[in-house]
């Protein structure tokens, strides 16, 4: 029987799609499609429903700004995210949407943001910007990327974080913890765009995603992933900035 395609779901594409983001969706697309495994990406914007059946949900960074226009929104539909986190759902929430996927968020400028508590944490803009390359150790291995925030995240005792910082700054200016992680929930500082150059954190979400339809994630056959293992090896020379 053919199988219904992966439903991936982009929050916000308008405003949160920092540092070509949006190639998050791209690599999981295509990594599905080099398996013979389809895909339908659907897109989240201000105003519409949130689908109950999606796959795999995933969001970018953005401006302050970006953060403000969508903020009232995302605490309308963040019932319905815990319930697909509830279920299970995998998600990846890149920087801007990390800091809102906590409980609170302020500004540089003061402005005070509820999150939607999917993560113990909370961030506040600081007068340092944390920018540059950063490697981090996580349980997927080192995955490598570009931050840039002024947020400083710091996560309750209850939180686990995503990952180790190795270079770069992470969650906070004292280069310790980077991101957060809740059940499939992933989220990170880590620009790139991220999954292209760390297909390792694709395949896990893809795995999540067919774990919860039943379908056989054992059968993800391996890819060549040579260029990708190129960027990497490149980005262990760099430094930080
Ligand atoms: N505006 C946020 C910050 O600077 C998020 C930036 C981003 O998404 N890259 O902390």
């Given at each position: 029987?053919?199988?219904?395609?992966?439903?991936?779901?982009?929050?916000?594409?308008?405003?949160?799609?920092?540092?070509?983001?949006?190639?998050?969706?791209?690599?999981?697309?295509?990594?599905?499609e080099?398996r013979?495994?389809e895909?339908?990406?659907?897109?989240?914007?201000?105003g519409?429903?949130l689908?109950?059946?999606?796959?795999?949900?995933?969001?970018?960074?953005?401006?302050?700004?970006?953060?403000?226009t969508i903020h009232?929104?995302?605490?309308?539909?963040?019932?319905?995210?815990h319930?697909?986190?509830?279920?299970?759902?995998p998600?990846?929430?890149?920087?801007?949407?990390?800091?809102?996927?906590?409980?609170?968020?302020?500004?540089?400028?003061?402005q005070?943001?509820?999150?939607i508590?999917i993560f113990?944490?909370?961030?506040?803009?600081?007068?340092?910007?944390?920018?540059?390359?950063?490697?981090?150790?996580?349980?997927?291995?080192e995955?490598?990327?570009?931050?840039?925030?002024?947020?400083?995240?710091?996560?309750?005792?209850?939180?686990?974080?995503f990952?180790k910082?190795k270079?770069?700054?992470g969650?906070?200016?004292?280069?310790?913890?980077?991101?957060?992680v809740?059940?499939?929930?992933?989220g990170?500082?880590?620009?790139?765009?991220?999954?292209p150059k760390?297909p390792?954190l694709?395949?896990?979400?893809?795995?999540?995603?067919?774990?919860?339809r039943?379908?056989?994630?054992?059968?993800?056959?391996?890819?060549?992933?040579?260029?990708?293992?190129?960027?990497?090896?490149?980005?262990?020379?760099?430094?930080?900035?």
């Open positions: 029987m053919k199988k219904s395609p992966l439903k991936i779901l982009y929050l916000y594409p308008d405003e949160m799609n920092f540092y070509g983001d949006y190639g998050n969706v791209l690599a999981l697309v295509r990594r599905l080099w013979g495994l895909a339908n990406v659907l897109y989240h914007k201000i519409d429903s689908p109950k059946n999606v796959d795999i949900i995933v969001g970018g960074g953005g401006q302050d700004t970006g953060q403000l009232a929104d995302l605490l309308r539909i963040g019932g319905g995210l319930q697909l986190a509830d279920n299970n759902v998600m990846l929430m890149v920087c801007g949407l990390y800091q809102l996927f906590g409980k609170r968020f302020v500004t540089a400028d003061n005070e943001l509820a999150g508590g113990d944490a909370e961030t506040i803009g600081i007068g340092k910007r944390m920018i540059g390359n950063i490697i981090t150790e996580t349980e997927f291995g995955l490598i990327g570009f931050e840039n925030h002024s947020g400083k995240t710091v996560l309750e005792p209850s939180q686990t974080p990952g910082v270079l770069g700054y969650n906070d200016p004292s280069g310790h913890n980077e991101g957060a809740t059940k499939n929930i992933y990170t500082y880590l620009h790139g765009a991220l999954l760390n390792v694709a395949d896990a979400l893809i795995s999540h995603a067919l774990i919860n039943g379908e056989d994630s054992e059968k993800l056959a391996p890819l060549d992933d040579s260029l990708a293992q190129k960027v990497h090896i490149d980005a262990r020379k760099r430094k930080q900035a």
